[in-house]
Nanobody, 120 residues
Framework: QVQLVESGGGLVQPGGSLRLSCTAS????????MGWYRQAPGKQRELVAV??????NYADSVKGRFTISRDNAGNTVYLQMNSLKPEDTAVYYC???????????????WGKGTLVTVSS
């Protein structure tokens, strides 16, 4: 099994910054992809940013403001969020796509989510 521990959410004023962290642990053979999604009240979950073998992809709404990165050990993913706006308010979920061994197909795992509130 895979466990994901997220941290870094909270309340921030518009224009402020936050950094989210997510560490994956457990019986992991290979991490194929790490990313962040978010779900605002009354809306569907949406992709924020993903990182695959050092390549990154961002939602248009966060380009230039958010940066996704991964630590050297490879099991922790970060989301640096700058110039935050009220519309960034949402529960942010960590997502990893991992293989548990060299035979099985990779699977998605999700964190429990961390709330980010942008408000004055």
């Amino acid at each position: 099994q895979v466990q994901l521990v997220e941290s870094g959410g909270g309340l921030v004023q518009p224009g402020g910054s936050l950094r989210l962290s997510c560490t994956a642990s457990g019986s992991i053979f290979s991490i194929r992809r790490m990313g962040w999604y978010r779900q605002a009240p009354g809306k569907q979950r949406e992709l924020v940013a993903v990182i695959v073998s050092g390549n990154t992809n961002y939602a248009d709404s966060v380009k230039g403001r958010f940066t996704i990165s991964r630590d050297n050990a490879g099991n922790t993913v970060y989301l640096q969020m700058n110039s935050l706006k009220p519309e960034d308010t949402a529960v942010y979920y960590c997502n990893v796509f991992v293989s548990l061994d060299w035979v099985s197909s990779p699977m998605d795992y999700w964190g429990k989510g961390t709330l980010v509130t942008v408000s004055s």
